[in-house]
């Protein structure tokens, strides 16, 4: 009877334990945490949204979601004020089957929160599939966002370091052809003058078949962005309001590296300028198209088999020449040289956010990079700062307008690496 009695909950064991971890997947286990969250229905999701704090990895079971809990204290589920940090961000992870069905509002929104990340999950008849706003250092990795009303996905609001990779996006423009973009990156200076954007990248995702608008929008006023890697397609263009192009880089100092196109209305990759001293200094390299249709045009000096590396690219008038910029350090731009006491320092202007690189000694372990940055990022001056271990370093995001301030700031911020008991100088 004991046997019979053990064999049997064996058994039940065995069956119900695929089900007690069907929703866990190995790729949110990557991303560092201290408590584990498991949800499995629409309120467990909205209380584990709204009550997230840093360190915690939660992780939706399949099924599907809806963003707009009725009832109770909760009746939209997003990231609002969030601050993770480095080590212990705020991530919702899952498998693609599971999904936020958004019935036609916003999927998910990520509002002034800095890492926060979303992993793997699907967003779907949503208006606007996901949107970063105010948002900092967060993460969009492996989501699938399709049957949007309008675009997939929107990083806007001075939305600086965010990442977008490995994101499958599909179904755009529903309501509105002209406005499904896959990924919009800032604003129109139409809609939100001066929206600066800096530091964002968007890599290897796949957009397309579906997409109504540019698969890749890239403001004005945004900043040092990276666009690698991405396949496009560009079948589905409506050619409505200017969507004729699968890369529209509007912005300055961009990187524009390794993306593979096909099926543009008009261009290729090009940059535009809607406002003067905009859609300039940015890079374009080996990217390829599949030029099998006439119209394709927008890049000249394309030889050899139909997939085609650019060696040119459409620029609007008055912009200069998009070429491989002379930098100070790595992904600047505008590059000067402010003076600061006896020596001259590399600085990157992006107008309201500047750049700088102080050389640190004494930084010997992952903790001390930690607690550099996190007490520069306490600092009312500082955007952000990152450091880097290896290479001896912080990199701080001044909040300057000018450079005379950015030297005046420099100098606050070497002495608070100082007084932290690092030796900081400004690198030449």
Not at 56 to 75: A, E, F, H, S
Not at 218 to 232: A, D, H, P
Not at 311 to 325: G, I, R
């Amino acid at each position: 009877m004991l046997m019979h009695q053990t064999a049997m909950l064996c058994i039940l064991f065995l069956v119900l334990l695929p089900s007690v971890f069907a929703y866990t997947d190995p790729k949110c286990e990557k991303y560092r945490h201290t408590r584990k969250v498991w949800v499995k229905n629409n309120q467990q999701f909205a209380k584990a949204v709204h009550t997230a704090r840093p360190g915690d990895l939660i992780l939706m079971g399949d099924g599907k979601y809806n963003n707009v809990i009725r009832g109770g204290k909760w009746r939209r589920v997003d990231f609002s004020r969030k601050k993770g940090n480095k080590w212990r961000p705020i991530t919702l992870c899952g498998t693609s089957k599971a999904v936020v069905d958004a019935k036609g509002g916003i999927g998910l929104r990520i509002h002034k929160s800095k890492y926060i990340n979303i992993v793997g999950i699907t967003v779907k008849n949503a208006l606007k599939g996901i949107r970063l706003e105010g948002a900092k250092h967060c993460t969009l990795d492996s989501v699938t966002v399709t049957q949007t009303l309008s675009e997939a996905i929107h990083i806007q609001y001075r939305s600086h370091y965010n990442t977008v990779k490995n994101c499958r996006i599909t179904k755009t423009g529903r309501r509105n052809k002209g406005v499904g973009e896959g990924i919009y990156l800032g604003s129109s200076s139409r809609n939100t003058p001066n929206d600066k954007c800096v530091g964002n990248k968007i890599l290897y995702n796949k957009i397309g078949p579906g997409v109504t608008a540019e698969p890749i929008d890239v403001k004005e006023n945004t900043r040092n962005g990276v666009v690698k890697g991405n396949i496009l397609d560009g079948r589905n263009l409506c050619g409505c309001k200017h969507a004729v192009s699968l890369i529209n880089v509007k912005g300055n100092g961009y990187l524009i590296e390794g993306n593979v196109g096909k099926n543009a209305k008009q261009d290729f990759f090009k940059t535009s300028q809607t406002i003067r001293g905009e859609g300039r200094n940015n890079t374009f390299k080996k990217n390829k198209i599949r030029a099998s249709v006439v119209r394709n045009t927008a890049l000249q000096g394309n030889v050899g088999s139909p997939w085609r590396t650019h060696t040119q690219w459409h620029a609007a008038p008055y912009t200069k020449p998009n070429t491989t910029l002379k930098r100070c350090t790595v992904n600047k731009f505008f590059t000067r040289r402010a003076s600061i006491g006896q020596q001259q320092h590399c600085i990157a202007a992006s107008d309201s956010i500047i750049e700088v690189d102080i050389a640190v000694d004494g930084m010997v372990c992952d903790g001390c990079t930690s607690r550099v940055e996190e007490g520069l990022e306490k600092m009312d001056i500082v955007e952000s700062a990152k450091a880097d271990l290896e290479a001896k370093k912080v990199t701080v995001a001044l909040t300057a307008e000018s450079f005379g301030e950015a030297a005046q700031q420099l100098e606050r911020v070497v002495e608070a690496v100082n007084d932290m008991g690092f030796e900081a100088k400004p690198t030449l």
